[in-house]
T-cell receptor
């Protein structure tokens, strides 16, 4: 299985919105609505931000939203804040009952 | 509030077997609907799913690691474990244990433990 494709980096100014894409195949992102997104600050464990494409766990800000179209999922962060600066990873369940991650995207808040 | 804690040697010699244990507290590994995973992250790189196990003992592994990985569960100790054989420097990483639910992803993670493969 190949890793999902994410842009290496994105940036935005405080208050702006950014979108991170995550492209897979018909055997993963396109197969199930089982895409999740993780935020990881340096030296910390990842934190689940979005599951099942667009659902937020309790306690996650509604500034974070997710969507999917065909084989591409997206994470949008609105009203950017300095604390959002982190690495973001997408993940998808696959048709082989395995999991695959994206390569990660570094978000810089300017 | 479930907590997960990885433990094991921080240094493993090349070609030997890496062994880690994840101790779960605050919930039972047999509570159902959850899978218990190992995920790793080489220094400065991205996340890689290694495999998961259910309390039934059912497992599934990353195809790229399948020939070297074994994940087991000890319900009496509320722990699950990872064994990775014939390690090389490429297996140097922070290893995380995590709890996932169905196809929802992993909502609970351990703090991670760095394992270095070096002679």
């Amino acid at each position: 299985q190949s890793a999902l494709t994410q842009p290496a980096s994105v940036s935005g100014s405080p208050g702006q919105s950014i979108t991170i894409s995550c492209t897979g195949t018909s055997s993963d992102i396109g197969f199930y609505n089982s895409v999740s997104w993780y935020q990881q600050h340096p030296g910390k464990a990842p934190k689940l931000m979005i599951y099942e494409v667009s659902y937020r766990p309790s306690g996650v800000s509604n500034r974070f939203s997710g969507s999917k179209s065909d084989n591409t999922a997206s994470l949008t962060i609105s009203g950017l804040q300095a604390e959002d600066e982190a690495n973001y990873y997408c993940s998808s369940y696959t048709s082989s009952s395995t999991w695959v991650f994206g390569g990660g995207t570094k978000l810089t808040v300017l | 509030q479930v907590q997960l804690q990885e433990s094991g040697p921080g240094l493993v010699k090349p070609l030997e077997t890496l062994s880690l244990t994840c101790t779960v507290s605050g919930d039972s590994v047999t509570s159902g609907s959850y899978h218990w995973s190992w995920i790793r992250q080489p220094p400065g790189k991205g996340l890689e799913w290694i495999g998961y196990i259910y309390d039934s003992g059912s497992t599934n592994y990353n195809p790229s690691l399948k020939s070297r990985v074994t994940i087991s569960i000890d319900t009496s100790k509320n722990q699950f474990s990872l064994k990775l054989s014939s390690v090389t420097a490429a297996d140097t990483a922070v290893y995380y244990c995590a709890r996932g639910r169905s196809t929802f992803g992993w909502g609970d993670w351990g703090q991670g433990t760095l394992v270095t493969v070096s002679s």
